[in-house]
């Protein structure tokens, strides 16, 4: 595997100097920033909406990840696109009410990069049949809704049985990522990293993101949070 993605989840921002904070992250090496999107149906969170996407597309040329956490996806695809995502990931859930197969298709079609996740109490085998028709796997390594949780370790036999079926697509983790989680989850064959705490809430804003191969990524201990 080539070259590893840092993706940084303004989730995990101060959106009250949000300009600042992307800059920040931009400067220390974030490859991608991703947007968590969260409709209070699909889980149980509220987060922000296309409007505020287009506004990170105005503070930043760096590719926009959008994760889209709610139900009915299809049909808010085409404002996300109009707001300037590069990628759209959407979930496969039965709760998250729409066409697998259709939604993907429709972010394709729009020249957008196609992405599909599962939660991690969901089956690899629900997302299988769709490897041919994705640009990118995104496997949650806790359950969605909240940033600051535990990584799940046990979400990598996903990550494994996914880089054996496809060398092709890019298969990003989301959920607890930090230096040794990150290590871990390259190791096994992920190529894309979501991380939101481990970035945003570093104490040391000087170094955020450190690439020092191009098979480990290390975000340095000193930018974990410091406890109260
Ligand atoms: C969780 C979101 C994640 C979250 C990651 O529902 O999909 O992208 O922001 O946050 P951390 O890195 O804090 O686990
Ligand atoms: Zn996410």
Redesign the pocket.
């Given at each position: 595997m080539g070259t590893v993605i840092v993706?940084a989840?303004?989730?995990?921002a101060d959106f009250s100097r949000l300009g600042d904070e992307i800059h920040r992250v931009e400067a220390a090496g974030a490859d991608w920033i991703?947007c968590?999107i969260?409709d209070g149906h699909f889980?149980d969170?509220i987060s922000f909406g296309p409007e505020m996407v287009g506004r990170v597309r105005g503070l930043t040329s760096l590719p926009l990840d959008v994760?889209l956490?709610i139900e009915h996806a299809d049909h808010y695809v085409p404002r996300f696109i109009k707001a300037g995502a590069n990628s759209i990931t959407v979930h496969v859930e039965p709760e998250a009410k729409h066409s697998v197969a259709k939604t993907l298709q429709q972010i394709r079609d729009a020249g957008c990069r196609a992405g599909l996740t599962l939660n991690p109490e969901t089956s690899f085998d629900s997302v299988e049949p769709f490897l041919d028709k994705i640009d990118m796997l995104l496997v949650?390594?806790?359950?969605?809704?909240?940033?600051?949780?535990s990584?799940r370790a046990d979400q990598m036999q996903k990550v494994k049985r996914a880089r054996s079926l496809s060398s092709r697509i890019d298969i990003e983790v989301?959920?607890?990522?930090?230096d040794e989680t990150a290590r871990i989850s390259i190791e096994t064959g992920a190529n894309v990293l979501?991380?939101?705490?481990?970035?945003?809430?570093a104490t040391d804003s000087s170094v955020c993101v450190t690439r020092t191969t191009s098979s480990m990524v290390v975000l340095p201990s000193a930018t974990r949070r410091q406890p109260s």
């Open positions: 993706a989840s303004i989730l995990a991703h968590d969260m889980v969170n994760h956490m949650m390594t806790v359950h969605p809704g909240f940033g600051g949780q990584f989301d959920g607890g990522i930090n979501v991380a939101g705490t481990s970035i945003f809430h």
